[in-house]
Structure formats: structure tokens, C-alpha cells
């Protein structure tokens, strides 16, 4: 098999544009019905998408769950404030902590989804809201990726791409 930077590959553009039309819907799902509300973004990454979220919400106080040290620390110096975790796991937050929770393309990575919800719904306040969103994987797209035994741009869990392009 070939092993390709994903970056570098004809399709990453196709995929980045479908992740960012995501990002684009993901971001109108949220309502500012709170002042200044605390918002949780799990699997915050480097932070990025997580500052656009807060921004939408029109708050400061942001809080992370990212299992990535590297990425953890540089959403740390953007100001929110993360814990090193892994999602199939107890969330490292008290219960009714939160007013708003959000996890965009995370669901889809872990093997433990009763786990997952369970601890969203132990760790929002009560009237709180959880916004999640995953690939849709019986997208036309999707599907013609799959039937050429390729990893689907919607799901590309790595910066290398294995298969024939």
C-alpha cells in the first residue's frame, strides 16, 4: 500500500470543504440564551474551533477535553482551559458543571458511546444543551469512496492516507 501526506492529496480539498460547509451548520445550532455561559468542546484539539464556538456564545469561560498533549497545549495558550483525557472515559469535570457542551466529528473515534453520553448528560446543568454532529457516512461521496476500498474524506483519523489514489 501507498502511503501519501493526506495535506498534499488531490481530496483533501474536497474533504476540507465539506468540514468546513460542517463547521459552518455546526456553529448555528448554538444559542445564546445565557450570559457568558460555560461552554465544554470535547475534543477541543489545538482550540481553534473551539474559540469560533465561544465566539457564537459570546463567552470566556471555555473549557476542553483533548487527548492529544501537543494539541492540548496550544489550545491552553489560547486561553481555555483543557484537560488531557480520553472521551471513552469519566470526563474529568463535576456533575451540572456546564451550560453548554459540544463535540463536532468526535463521536465517530471512540468505542464507548454509552459512556460518551452518559458523561454529557452528567456534566451539563440542568436546561443545559449538548450540540454533536458526526460525518455522514451514507453520503454519495462516502459511499464511492467506500466502494473503492478507500478511507472516506469525512473520516481521516490521521495525516497519512493509506490506499491508491
Known amino acids: 500500500m501507498k502511503e501519501k501526506e493526506w495535506r498534499k492529496h488531490g481530496c483533501y480539498g474536497y474533504a476540507d470543504r465539506f468540514y468546513k460547509e460542517n463547521q459552518k451548520l455546526f456553529l448555528s445550532f448554538f444559542l445564546r440564551e445565557k450570559d457568558n455561559p460555560k461552554l465544554l468542546d470535547l475534543g477541543c484539539s489545538d482550540g481553534r474551533f473551539t474559540l469560533k464556538i465561544a465566539k457564537v456564545l459570546h463567552t470566556n469561560q471555555i473549557y476542553g477535553i483533548e487527548i492529544d498533549k501537543k494539541a492540548a497545549e496550544i489550545a491552553r495558550k489560547k486561553g481555555i482551559v483543557v484537560k488531557i483525557s480520553d472521551l471513552n472515559n469519566k470526563f474529568p469535570y463535576p456533575d451540572n458543571f456546564f451550560d453548554v457542551v459540544s463535540a463536532n466529528q468526535v463521536?465517530?473515534?471512540?468505542?464507548?458511546?454509552?459512556n460518551f453520553f452518559r458523561e454529557v448528560r452528567r456534566v451539563l446543568k440542568p436546561n443545559g444543551y449538548?450540540?454533536?454532529?458526526?460525518?455522514?457516512?451514507?453520503?454519495?461521496?462516502?459511499?464511492?469512496?467506500i466502494l473503492l476500498g478507500q478511507q472516506t474524506p469525512v473520516i481521516h483519523l490521521i495525516d497519512k492516507q493509506v490506499g491508491n489514489f
Open 107 to 114: 463521536l465517530e473515534h471512540l468505542w464507548n458511546t454509552d
Open 130 to 145: 449538548a450540540v454533536i454532529s458526526v460525518p455522514n457516512l451514507s453520503s454519495l461521496h462516502s459511499i464511492f469512496f
